[in-house]
């Protein structure tokens, strides 16, 4: 009975909660639409499109926008660059990071709070864009791969929070491992990695992003094309309103477009990879950052 009762119970909503609900429905109209708004602009004739007046759905549809911003070579070498941008920075800064963030949970690390104390001041103050950037060039990154790889091998935020997640690991695991004869290395792959997928792989979805995001360091530390991004080559057709290169397509194509669209386009084509990872490492959001943000 009791639980029938339970069962049937109406919860009644408040004037805040219609209130709460309201905010949260107009936020996400404000967030999904400019989303939304990019792809009925992608499917629909660019000519048509200069007319204004679409909102809601294409008016002139087609496909022709994707073809031609398919058909640019430059889209292709700049999405090659950016995968291996994505999946080597994302491997080499987690590994690099999950290591530091290791040795810093433990307190028996000699030196520990001066190097702590280090990591925080970098938090704080920075030399600049232009002693960074002449330290990059006096490196011998500039215009080379790797000036998308060494510099991000390492966050500092990031660090915190691994070390934190670390932190909760109990200490008597680390003993047994001593105990038996396991190195530090073993001890840390074998036992704290393992336990520690929720924050990894959290922390792993955040360099991914930021590396399938960035376009400031193809703007500023290198030059021509050849090792152009993909934001990058959305931002160069956005900001300077021009149209991809004539790939082999009928003319009639390219007069169906303008470079609006295929801007959208461009943006939807490198929307999709990001959206098509997010669902697998979602589940590993709450609780990733909630444990390594609080535990310690």
Not at 33 to 47: F, K, R, T
Not at 242 to 266: D, H, I, K
Request: hydrophobic share 45%; charged share 10%.
């Amino acid at each position: 009975m009791k639980g029938a009762y339970v069962s049937h119970h109406k919860i009644k909503l408040t004037a805040f909660d219609y209130i709460l609900y309201t905010l949260m429905g107009i936020f996400s109209v404000v967030t999904l639409y400019p989303i939304y708004y990019a792809l009925i602009g992608s499917l629909n004739e660019g000519q048509d499109f200069i007319n204004g007046g679409i909102w809601l759905y294409p008016r002139v549809f087609t496909l022709s926008n994707y073809a031609v911003v398919l058909a640019d070579a430059r889209l292709w070498r700049s999405f090659v660059i950016t995968v291996l941008k994505t999946g080597i920075g994302s491997l080499t800064g987690l590994a690099f990071t999950s290591t530091v963030a290791y040795a810093m949970s433990r307190r028996e690390l000699k030196g520990r709070k001066f190097f702590h104390a280090i990591n925080i001041f970098t938090m704080f103050f920075g030399g600049g864009l232009v002693p960074y950037f002449l330290v990059i060039v006096a490196l011998g990154l500039y215009d080379s791969f790797l000036v998308y790889i060494i510099p991000s091998l390492y966050s500092v935020y990031n660090m915190i929070v691994i070390s934190s997640f670390f932190h909760s690991i109990p200490n008597d695991l680390h003993e047994v491992a001593k105990i038996d004869g396991a190195s530090e290395f073993t001890t840390f792959t074998r036992i704290y990695v393992p336990l520690s997928t929720p924050v990894l792989a959290t922390v792993a979805l955040w360099l991914a992003v930021g590396h399938w995001n960035g376009y400031f360091g193809t703007m500023v530390y290198t030059r021509g094309t050849d090792l152009m991004t993909l934001q990058y080559y959305l931002l160069k057709l956005i900001k300077e309103s021009s149209m991809p290169e004539q790939g082999n397509l009928p003319s009639e194509m390219y007069e169906q477009v303008n470079s609006q669209t295929v801007s959208y386009s461009a943006m939807v084509i490198a929307t999709v990879p990001v959206l098509m990872v997010y669902p697998f490492l979602q589940r590993f959001f709450t609780k990733g950052i909630a444990i390594g943000s609080l535990k310690g």
